[in-house]
């Protein structure tokens, strides 16, 4: 039994790369039933009445952002969806550029975007057509009077997940993989899409119609040092703290602020943090402005914060890609985190499998006076 | 062993001149098979440019290369030369290594100045010196005096270096601890303290079986916790099993948190798995 004690920890790194490749070529579907914490936050932001407000502190750099983007994209999509006033920032120099980024890019789900599609039989018909129209621009060629296939229009908003209005042929199932394509494509980009229904579709982005307004229904004010100092200052003065927002522009005369001068204004902060910023927020916030709010983190910090929601002191937990799945269910737009869950189950399994392997190991070859 | 293993890896000591050779056509296989993997995808249809905003750069055998796409191929090099090490330890780990820490630090510096120097001490004051005294030019605005205490303050850090002013930087760190001493002590025990042990004394309930299960067991984790951790008397009999409550509430707590620790590590694994098998060799997902 001693070679369990000896496995080349080249051959564990290759079976845990499997474990994740695999499920990541061919997914599958997983049963969910989401946990207290998670719907603790989610019950909360949807609490809330249009036209709130919350504040969004994204307190992270690229190197958590697997963990944490799916979580902060599927809380912004739910506040967008609920049409919330956001005000969003970052604690973290390193993490300007990926808050604005993400922000920006929820922001653009919530897009009308108009899609030119026909409709075809297989796909072989499907790229005969796209041939036939090269060098022609696609989105307005497709659906026009020399339709080939059954042809239409729909205008989506693909963040909230839903079809404004359509005309023409039936569109294809909006997949979440499509939906989230479309949610940055830019107009003129095409694609060719199986349905598996329907059949082979070629689509087409025609217009994008911006539906939420810088200043207006949002703002990213970017990061200024401090932390604790930072959170006391904004709970005396929003406008003291952010004079101007992470372009420059000043914040006093933005509607987005409107009623808000201080923390104690804002109607729920949800904080997403790779380091100890939900803590800060916390102890120089929540208890200090009275403000409700809940923290997404990543999964080494979610324990630490159990003793917060148990006294009461914040409303949830979202911790690591499972509690971001779990976010996804309960809003109803499964996105990056059920990309990722299954390949992370079977790596669970296999890391626990090995456990049970090489624990079964040490304990025979003691039985036997072998190796201690 | 594996130490030893990967260090001679890395350093190519003790070679033979055919080993060497080996190694070198390993290093050209590897090379020739990232650079026909990338040709290919560039080469599929949409490859690395499916978003129309792409800049092209030029048109090679028939592939379409913007600067998004090169970013992407720059990526997966350096990410797949950073998880080489889990095999060995060699010279492509070390370049990206070596490369990592060169662009941090530079990114980092740069951030420092753009962030805070620049935006939260030399607009708002210094170039009022810099442009008007120095260089004659008329500044519209008024420079924010009060920012002078901190920068002093700051310049007084850097004495540091200096041994004979040495002294003068304890000034600055007297400031930052007596400051942030005095804001957090009294908001973190309230936070962290007295809101927690209120909440643990209120929390006897036993309306409801699984509540007046969790109230057990917090009630006996705290106390059993508490007591391991008191030194002032022996751990012996009713005292030492508490003890040892105490001691299994820690080792299953320890379990949780290395627990979620795992879980967070494969996440930012399966992100990484995930982005080469999608956003760089652009395999298409079933299911």
């Known amino acids: 039994m001693h070679w369990l004690l000896r496995i080349d920890r080249r051959l564990i790194y290759a079976l845990v790369a499997i474990a994740i490749g695999l499920p990541t070529l061919w997914r599958f579907r997983l049963p969910i039933a989401p946990s207290p914490p998670v719907e603790g936050v989610h019950s909360a932001i949807e609490a809330l009445e249009p036209g709130q407000v919350l504040l969004a502190s994204l307190d992270f750099d690229p190197a958590s952002a697997p963990e944490l983007e799916p979580m902060s994209r599927a809380v912004l999509r739910h506040a967008f969806r609920k049409r919330l006033r956001v005000i969003a920032m970052t604690h973290w120099p390193q993490g300007v550029g990926l808050a604005n980024q993400i922000v920006e890019q929820t922001v653009r789900e919530f897009d009308e975007i108009t899609v030119a599609f026909e409709r075809f039989a297989s796909r072989q018909q499907a790229e005969q057509r796209r041939a036939a129209l090269a060098g022609q621009p696609l989105a307005e060629a497709l659906g026009g009077p020399a339709a080939v296939g059954a042809a239409g229009t729909a205008v989506i908003r693909a963040g909230a997940g839903s079809v404004r209005s359509r005309s023409g042929a039936e569109p294809p199932a909006w997949s979440p993989a499509l939906l989230q394509a479309l949610g940055q494509a830019e107009p003129g980009s095409s694609a060719l899409v199986e349905d598996p229904e329907r059949g082979w579709y070629l689509l087409a982005v025609r217009e994008r119609t911006p539906s939420l307004r810088y200043g207006e229904d949002y703002v990213f004010l970017g990061q200024r040092a401090g932390l604790g100092i930072l959170i006391v200052s ?50 120089y916030g929540a208890e200090r402005y009275k403000f409700p709010m809940g923290i997404g983190c990543t999964a080494v910090i979610a324990p630490d914060l159990y003793p917060y929601w148990q006294a009461g002191q914040i409303t949830g937990i979202v911790g690591g890609v499972k509690g971001a799945w779990e976010y996804e269910h309960l809003i109803g737009i499964p996105a990056q985190a059920t990309e990722m869950v299954p390949a992370q189950t079977v790596a669970h399994m296999v890391v626990i499998a090995l456990i049970a392997i090489c624990n079964l190991g040490y304990f025979l070859s003691r039985r036997r006076g072998g190796a201690r | 062993m594996a130490d030893a293993d990967n260090a001679a890896a890395g350093t190519g000591q003790g070679e033979t001149g055919r080993q060497r050779a080996l190694r070198l056509a390993a290093v050209a296989v590897l090379l020739g098979t990232f650079a026909a993997v990338n040709v290919l ?25 913007t600067w998004e796409g090169i970013g992407i191929v720059v990526a997966a090099g350096l990410t797949l030369a950073l998880y080489s090490f889990l095999y060995a330890d060699n010279a492509f780990f070390k370049a990206a290594e070596h490369l990592y820490v060169g662009v941090g630090l530079g990114y980092s510096l740069v951030l420092a100045w753009f962030q805070y120097i620049k935006a939260e001490l030399y607009v708002p004051l210094v170039k009022y010196w810099v442009r008007e005294s120095w260089l004659g030019e008329q500044v519209p605005g008024r420079p924010d005096w009060k920012l002078i205490v901190p920068m002093i303050l700051g310049l007084f850090l850097l004495a540091r270096f200096v041994r004979r ?26 936070a962290q303290v007295l809101r927690q ?62 627990g979620y620790t795992v879980m967070g590590r494969m996440a930012l694994l399966v992100g990484r798995v995930q982005w080469l098998i999608q956003d760089w060799l652009r395999i298409p997902i079933q299911g």
């Not at chain 1, 000043?250 to 949800?270: A, K, S, W």
């Not at chain 2, 040495?166 to 601890?177: K, L, V, Y």
């Open chain 2, 165 to 190: 002013l040495e002294w003068m930087s304890r000034w600055a760190f007297a400031f930052i601890i007596g400051l942030g001493a005095g804001m957090s002590i009294p908001l973190f025990i309230d």
């Open chain 1, 234 to 283: 904004m709970g005396q003065s929003m406008h003291a703290a952010f004079p101007a927002d992470a372009a420059g522009r000043p914040t006093r005369e933005m509607p987005v602020f409107r009623g808000v001068e201080t923390l104690g204004d804002v109607d729920y902060l949800i904080c997403l943090a790779a380091g100890n910023s939900g803590e800060a927020w916390v102890a």
């Open chain 2, 197 to 258: 042990v209120e909440q643990t004394i209120a929390a006897v309930r036993f309306d409801a079986l699984l509540v007046a299960l969790n109230t057990l067991v917090l009630l006996v984790g705290v106390i059993s916790v508490l007591i391991y951790f008191y030194f002032s008397i022996e751990h012996r009999g009713a005292v030492g099993l508490v003890s040892k409550i105490g001691i299994w509430f820690l080792m299953i707590s320890f379990g949780a948190s290395f």
């Open chain 2, 41 to 65: 995808i560039f080469q599929k249809e949409g490859g690395h440019s499916l978003r129309a905003g792409g800049e092209l750069v030029w048109k090679p055998l028939g592939a379409t290369v």
